[in-house]
Protein backbone atom coordinates (compact mmCIF):
# COMPACT_ATOMS: atom_id res chain seq x y z
CA UNK A 1 0.00 0.00 0.00
CA UNK A 2 2.46 2.03 0.76
CA UNK A 3 5.21 2.18 -2.37
CA UNK A 4 7.90 3.64 -3.65
CA UNK A 5 10.92 3.52 -1.27
CA UNK A 6 8.60 2.18 1.45
CA UNK A 7 7.19 -0.84 -0.94
CA UNK A 8 9.49 -3.75 0.63
CA UNK A 9 8.83 -2.15 4.04
CA UNK A 10 5.21 -2.60 3.32
CA UNK A 11 5.54 -6.13 2.14
CA UNK A 12 7.60 -7.21 4.39
CA UNK A 13 4.94 -5.92 7.16
CA UNK A 14 1.85 -6.88 5.43
CA UNK A 15 0.84 -3.62 5.00
CA UNK A 16 -0.05 -4.16 1.35
CA UNK A 17 -3.02 -5.31 -0.50
CA UNK A 18 -3.92 -7.58 -3.85
CA UNK A 19 -6.17 -5.30 -6.44
CA UNK A 20 -6.87 -5.79 -10.15
CA UNK A 21 -5.34 -3.28 -12.98
CA UNK A 22 -8.93 -1.71 -13.28
CA UNK A 23 -8.63 -1.02 -9.71
CA UNK A 24 -4.83 0.24 -9.74
CA UNK A 25 -5.49 2.85 -12.52
CA UNK A 26 -8.59 4.30 -10.32
CA UNK A 27 -6.21 4.82 -7.37
CA UNK A 28 -4.31 6.87 -9.70
CA UNK A 29 -7.25 8.98 -11.32
CA UNK A 30 -8.40 8.97 -7.93
CA UNK A 31 -6.18 10.47 -5.06
CA UNK A 32 -8.68 11.04 -2.17
CA UNK A 33 -9.56 7.08 -3.33
CA UNK A 34 -5.74 6.43 -2.67
CA UNK A 35 -5.60 8.74 0.47
CA UNK A 36 -8.21 7.08 2.36
CA UNK A 37 -7.25 3.50 1.46
CA UNK A 38 -3.65 4.62 2.96
CA UNK A 39 -5.37 6.18 5.89
CA UNK A 40 -6.97 2.70 6.80
CA UNK A 41 -3.90 0.63 6.03
CA UNK A 42 -2.05 2.94 8.48
CA UNK A 43 -4.70 2.74 11.26
CA UNK A 44 -4.24 -1.44 10.49
CA UNK A 45 -0.93 -1.88 11.08
CA UNK A 46 -0.48 0.68 13.89
CA UNK A 47 -3.34 -1.87 15.68
CA UNK A 48 -1.42 -4.64 14.34
CA UNK A 49 1.83 -4.03 15.93
CA UNK A 50 0.69 -1.58 18.80
CA UNK A 51 2.01 1.52 17.27
CA UNK A 52 1.95 5.24 17.86
CA UNK A 53 1.22 7.65 15.08
CA UNK A 54 5.19 8.50 15.61
CA UNK A 55 6.25 4.59 15.55
CA UNK A 56 4.41 4.76 11.57
CA UNK A 57 6.32 8.07 10.46
CA UNK A 58 9.72 6.18 12.03
CA UNK A 59 8.95 3.10 10.00
CA UNK A 60 7.40 4.77 6.78
CA UNK A 61 8.82 8.47 7.23
CA UNK A 62 5.08 9.89 6.91
CA UNK A 63 1.91 9.29 8.36
CA UNK A 64 -1.52 9.24 6.57
CA UNK A 65 -3.64 10.58 9.45
Known sequence: ???GS???RSKAL???VTIC???HALLHA???IERQLKETMQKTCMEAYGWSVD????A???SWI
Open 55 to 58: DFRK
Open 60 to 62: FGK
Open 6 to 8: NRQ
Open 21 to 23: DEC
Open 1 to 3: MFH
Open 14 to 16: GCW
Open 30 to 32: QPN
